[in-house]
């Protein structure tokens, strides 16, 4: 059984976190192949300096959350998660937090502008317990449970962007998972999978000298045997809630697959604390197949909930509206469409017309596979921060005014009552092979990318292929605005319509 030293952890925090860095000196055990590093080597978790409940305790303080909506950059923005909990989340993570940019004493101006943007304390909305916003129907709405996510390498660069929030929500979440290019560029997410060191320190000073929990989300390795030495190194390390998202750090863009679910119940019979397990969750019945397959405690959706906000609603939607009822709820794109505006508007917090914009294209997706044209009209709309209220969203809410006319008129036809010989794009499920539910195109439904065009691996298709994945990444959300979302979607359409022919390859689910 070799040993080695592992790289020194970059621990810069508290005088804790400095302890536990200089006194790693990390061993390694080998599993087959596989080099996972001896978890008795790190410190141990140590007493935090203030009274925190233990993870079951805190996990039941929360009344048990068991639907989670995922941390989801520029899209689990403060009006996206009060849709999403009014529609049976339990608890809603907010986008991911780069702590750098949150702290960044090198420009106040930027450092304000970025917070304002990504967890606004001004208004008193994020984070609330009750929000008292002047529009109506807000006012019985929360902003609580909330999880605040952050990404960092630096432990107290990450334990000070921790402190400006722990007054406003319930847990900091360490990102560990992001597979995106700039997440290497930047060494955070799943780029710190190399690194159990400087991951124990991250947590470990958040879990010494932070005020409320800090929990993790993770993605697994090939080796089930490393994925749960690892998740358990982050136990160790002071994480009170860990998610796992069952797919490796390859599993992304055209490449991502279906999440191992094995992997995910390995985990919790590992760990003592609560976990939620991510992936695979894309129609309301998956989330008992998810706790049933994982054994979770609970079951986190990212894109299943945002084409169906109703993903996890308890109850059972039959009307005239759906008249082939599927046991299962798929609201209306266009009621859900107005009602998620409704919130924006009532808002003080001002939301990014980016968000709105992804918001809108995903959410009506089926609707605009059909009425393509009007893709244009939601492409050229914005927010109007200057003006108040509804006037804010005045430009979305004509769009989907235009979009509800042709649903109604398709709705009459009695064109869609049956199933179609030939299916929208994306409306084919790789789970089903083609065979599951039918949705109406007016419906809130999954959304399944279509599979890669053969050969499109070689010379300018394989351009192509880096273009559109970088075009769909984290980063692009997060820094180039609006104008990348319609140039994304416009890319996504050419592809999809490309493929259109291909549809008898390999179905292949992509991640963001
Ligand atoms: C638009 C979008 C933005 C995302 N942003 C984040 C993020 O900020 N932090 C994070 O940990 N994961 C992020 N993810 C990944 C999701 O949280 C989730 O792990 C992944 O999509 C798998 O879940 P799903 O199969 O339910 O989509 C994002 C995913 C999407 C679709």
Redesign the pocket.
Known sequence: MPEAVAPTAVASGSTNAKLAAATTTTTFTEVGPVEIPDLDSFPPTGTPIHPKLASWDFYRSLHSPQRIV????D?SELPWRILSRRYGSDLVYT??INAKLFVDDASRKKKVKYQEVNFNKEFGEEGAALLSSEGEGCSADSDRPLFV?FCSNDPSTLLKAAQVVEDRCDAVDL?L??PQHIARRGHYGSYLMEDWPLIFALINNLHLNLKIPVTA?MRVYESTEKTVAYARLLERAGAQIITV?GRTRAMKGHFTGL?DWAKIRAVKQAVGVPVFA????LYPGDFDKALAGTGADGV?????N?YNPAIFARTIERGPMFPHAPELPFPSITAMANEYLDIVASLRTPTQSSAIKAHLFRLCRPALEVHKELREHLGKSRFDGAAKGEGRVAMYRAFVAELEQRLEADRKSGKWDERPETMLPGSVSYLTQGEGVYVPHWLAQPYFRPPLVPGEEGGKAKEAKSRAEQMTS?ED?QTKGEEKVVAEEKMRRARSESVETNQAGKKVKL??
């Open positions: 995922a941390p989801m950059v899209q986008p991911m996510q990102n998972g992001c989300k998202h999440a991510n992936g695979n969750v986190m959706s990212a894109e299943g945002l984290v959300v991640d963001e």
